[in-house]
């Protein structure tokens, strides 16, 4: 396997990370577990960035990295909209919220519409990466 192909396949890879953190974000959902979906719904936006700047070449060891790329090459180029970066921004803060400060809780509509908003998140980028 060449480079472009290893780059193809975890490229892919990522974005099927993605997928199933939609998918497991649901499930939390669906029983009433609204951190842990917060945390997989943020999971799956930075499955998608992470293969998106992948693509690009461009890899982070921390999630902070990862932000300020994708505001800096997806954000700011405008090949993202303004939206998905107040979206991205949204998702890191709750979930950190979520992870590490007590007592801390969600609205069930809030995450239901994290939830879609997500969703249209990944398949933008996805797009983003199949246009490419």
Same mark, same amino acid.
């Given at each position: ?14 974005l099927n990370k993605a997928r199933e953190s939609?998918?497991?974000a649901q499930d939390e959902l669906k029983a ?47 090949? /993202? *909209?303004? =939206?998905?970066?107040?979206?991205? +921004?949204? %998702?890191?803060? #709750?979930? @950190?919220?979520?992870?590490? $400060?007590?007592? /801390? *809780?969600? =609205?069930?509509?809030?995450?239901? +519409?994290? %939830?879609?908003? #997500?969703? @249209?998140?990944?398949?933008? $980028?996805?797009?983003l990466i199949n246009n490419d």
């Amino acid at each position: 396997m060449n480079e472009e192909e290893s780059l193809k396949e975890l490229v892919s890879y990522w974005l099927n990370k993605a997928r199933e953190s939609l998918d497991a974000a649901q499930d939390e959902l669906k029983a009433c577990r609204l951190s842990f979906s917060v945390n997989r719904i943020y999971y799956a936006c930075f499955y998608a960035v992470s293969a998106v700047l992948l693509q690009e070449k461009l890899r982070f060891k921390k999630h902070s990295g990862v932000r300020a790329a994708f505001h800096q090459h997806l954000v700011k180029s405008g090949k /993202v *909209s303004h =939206e998905h970066g107040k979206l991205y +921004d949204e %998702l890191f803060e #709750a979930r @950190q919220r979520g992870d590490y $400060i007590e007592l /801390v *809780s969600f =609205e069930k509509n809030q995450v239901e +519409d994290w %939830l879609q908003q #997500a969703s @249209q998140f990944v398949e933008t $980028i996805k797009r983003l990466i199949n246009n490419d």
